[in-house]
């Protein structure tokens, strides 16, 4: 049994390259995760589809930086 299992995670530039990775690791491992992105909504959408699969709970927002 995983030690993540059930725990929560969150992952910045979770939709693409190593976050991507990252996120869809912490879902086989039996984490619910969050996602934030910037402009890789296919990924945070194959990412749903795998969280589904999985029976976890996935959410994702895109954001952009904020300059003061």
Known sequence: MSKLLGKRALVTAGAQGIGFAI????????????VHYRSSADGARNLAAEATQLGR???????NTVHL
């Open 23 to 34: 996120s869809s690791h912490l879902l086989r491992a039996g984490c619910d995760v969050f």
């Open 57 to 63: 709970r996935f959410a994702s927002a895109s954001a």
